[in-house]
């Protein structure tokens, strides 16, 4: 099967997935309004504009989320975001790749790898729903470059310009990443010897070491993880 065969594709929320933002709806809201009600010095008009204003923003989500989509044909990819919908020809198209979701440890049900399309400048776009909780994410990338070789025409020639706007971000993400990690760790080892420290008798370390003790590996380790990704991003430019 040629990769124009295989156009078009398009990358919708799973049904599944709506059905959860409508529970998690329904749960959230009375918990988000209990409190307002329960409070008695709060007009009553107020409390009213409050629930119509957040069931209008619970609602725009319900409505944006099934809005959302990506669709590739042979004109190109099209992204219909929240707000406005834009479509990258495949002349335009610099790379298509997938990348670790930085977001992905603040929530769970977050996608751990999500995709972007980068334009002829190097900025890129979401692609929507072309993630590892919708879709083989490998194999629908590899789809969508067969496609953009294939019909980006003859006359295409990498911009180095965005070449190189788009290593540097891709870059600086790695070393967010690394950051993140190392920040981790550090609270992690924090908490180790803090409670060490806490519990144990050791006659060579006083007691401001309890203090001390816990900051200063913090400390290090993070300065550790900052150093260590600076020199990495160096490399990358």
Do not use: C
Request: proline fraction near 4%; charge should be positive; charged fraction near 20%.
């Amino acid at each position: 099967m040629t990769a124009s065969s295989s156009l078009p594709r398009t990358y919708r929320i799973k049904p599944g997935k709506m059905t959860a933002v409508y529970i998690a709806a329904g749960l959230g809201l009375p918990a988000a309004l209990i409190p307002l009600y329960g409070e008695e010095s709060i007009p009553g008009w107020v409390k009213w504009l409050v629930t119509w204003a957040v069931l209008g923003f619970v609602g725009w989500i319900a409505y944006a989320a099934r809005r959302l989509s990506t669709t590739a044909d042979r004109q190109g990819i099209r992204v219909r975001g929240f707000f406005r919908q834009r479509r990258i020809a495949w002349a335009d198209v610099q790379d298509i790749r997938a990348v670790p979701n930085p977001s992905a440890a603040m929530g769970q049900g977050q996608p751990q790898v999500i995709s972007y399309a980068y334009g002829r400048d190097g900025r890129r776009v979401q692609l929507y729903y072309l993630d590892d909780h919708h879709v083989h994410v490998e194999r629908e990338i590899e789809a969508l470059r067969a496609a953009w070789q294939r019909l980006r025409g003859e006359d295409w020639t990498e911009d180095a310009a965005a070449a190189r706007r788009i290593d540097r971000r891709s870059a600086r993400e790695i070393n967010l990443l690394r950051a993140m990690s190392w920040s981790m760790f550090s609270v992690l080892a924090f908490t180790v010897l803090f409670v060490v420290l806490l519990l144990t008798d050791n006659v060579f370390l006083g007691p401001e070491w309890i203090l001390i003790g816990p900051v200063l590996v913090f400390l290090a380790v993070w300065l550790g993880g900052s150093l260590f990704g600076a020199g990495d991003d160096d490399r990358g430019r």
